[in-house]
Every structure is written in C-alpha cells, then in structure tokens.
Nanobody, 127 residues
C-alpha cells in the first residue's frame, strides 16, 4: 500500500505563490508517476500536472503550464508543485495521486488512472 500526505495549502492573494508538497510512504519503490489534481468548489475534479518517475516527463494542464512547476525529491519521496501568479480560479482542494503501473501518457491526465490518493489540501486565492 501507498500513503500520500499533502501539505502547503493556504490563503494567498492573487498574484502570489504557494508550494504544495506530497509525501509518499509505504511501497513507493515502483512508482510510475505522481500527479496533482484539483477540485474547485461545486465542480468536477480536474487534472493539474503529472510527473513520471522515469525520463522524467512532466505534463501540465493548459490553464497552469506557464505558472506551475513540478519537482521532486527522490530521497524524501516527495513531489512538489510550485504555483506562481495564482488566480482566484485556482481556488480548489488540491489532491496528490500516484500510479505504480506504467500508463500511457494520455491517460495520465485521467483521475481514474491513479489508485492512490491523498486527503487533499485547500488552496484559496483571494482577488
């Protein structure tokens, strides 16, 4: 089993920055990719970004690709999401997810591809 714990959310003004962290524990040695999804108030969960462990390759949603950056610390089994130039529409609960099986790149944007999920962290951007 794998456990994921997100942190780093909070309240920030528009134009500000936050860095989210996702610490993975348990059977993480066979990680294929880790991702961030978000769920805005009253909306469906949506893809934000994903990073494959080999390569590595990073994929971003069009809405964030010029503002958000993924990175990782292998020693800490932690994935980071640096979020800059935040907008009110970035307000959401942000979830970390992990998949261990090799997955087609186009499916890495789909939440159902990830069996492991964190509890979420709230990000609120005020205007």
């Amino acid at each position: 089993q794998v456990q994921l714990v997100e942190s780093g959310g909070g309240l920030v003004q528009a134009g500000g920055s936050l860095r989210l962290s996702c610490a993975a524990s348990g059977r993480t040695f066979s990680t294929y990719a880790m991702a961030w999804f978000r769920q805005p108030p009253g909306k469906e969960r949506e893809f934000v970004a994903t990073l494959t462990w080999t390569g590595p390759s990073a994929y971003y949603a069009d809405s964030v690709k010029t503002r958000f950056t993924l990175s990782r610390d292998n020693a800490k089994n932690t994935l980071y999401l640096q979020m800059n130039s935040l907008k009110p529409e970035d307000t959401a609960v942000y979830y970390c997810a992990l998949v261990q099986q090799p997955t087609w790149s186009n499916l890495l944007r789909t939440s159902t591809s990830y069996p492991y999920w964190g509890q979420g962290t709230q990000v609120t951007v005020s205007s």
